[in-house]
């Protein structure tokens, strides 16, 4: 099985760098993805780590350690619509994904 | 344009009724996916297909059934067993491994 834990909350002001950690213990380890999710919404996707290291996209960059059993997303240039869920979710060898709680973001002006 | 579509957007039941929620998909991918979400919870895996008529259950699979007689459709029927239905549910699909999942908008399921 999987066990996934991200923190619950983080707030952080409009322009500022937030950094949600990830860390989790796994039967077996394909990926690790992070989607965003806004309230009342289906997640859509943000990043898919496979290898260690750090992958850049625009404002968001996600960073894997497989042998810590660690990730984080790094939100960057914070933005009011940037105010969602976060979820990090674990891609095990049987195509199943399984998800930690989220970690909701709160961005103040 | 292609995607994946879930209806209806909020459903409501009374307690001892069975009810079946649509997801299709003109993607052309193989697997699909069924979660709910609970407030403050993550998404938990209810069925998975990877295939055309064939389907593994999820880490909550009691008091739900599926079946994917197309490739197109995975439809999730809510039994009457299933103790505390009320959730949002989320149909996902995915072309093949290593690929986000992509997911419906989701149904908001309401049993009283």
């Known amino acids: 099985g999987q066990n996934i834990d991200q923190p619950t909350e983080m707030t952080a002001t409009e322009g500022a760098i937030v950094q949600i950690n990830c860390t989790y213990q796994t039967s077996g380890f394909n990926g690790l993805f992070w989607y965003q999710q806004h309230a009342g919404e289906a997640p859509t996707f943000l990043s898919y780590n496979v290898l260690d290291g750090l992958e850049e996209k625009g404002r968001f960059s996600s960073f894997l350690s497989r042998s810590k059993g660690y990730s984080y997303l790094l939100l960057k240039e914070l933005q009011m619509k940037d105010s969602a869920s976060y979820l990090c979710?674990?891609?095990?060898?049987?195509?199943?994904?399984?998800f930690g709680a989220g970690t909701t973001v709160t961005v103040r002006a | 344009d292609g995607g994946i579509t879930q209806s209806p957007k909020y459903l409501f039941r009374k307690e001892g009724q069975n009810v079946t929620l649509s997801c299709e998909q003109n993607l052309n991918h193989d697997a699909m996916y069924w979660y709910r979400q609970d407030p403050g919870q993550g998404l938990r895996l209810i069925y998975y297909s990877q295939i055309v008529n064939d389907f593994q259950k999820g880490d909550i699979a009691e008091g739900y059934s599926v079946s994917r007689e197309k490739k197109e459709s995975f439809p999730l029927t809510v039994t009457s067993a299933q103790k505390n239905p009320t959730a949002f549910y989320l149909c996902a699909s995915v072309g093949s491994r290593g690929y986000e999942q992509y997911f419906g908008p989701g149904t908001r399921l309401t049993v009283t």
């Open positions: 979710a674990v891609e095990s060898n049987d195509y199943k994904l399984s």
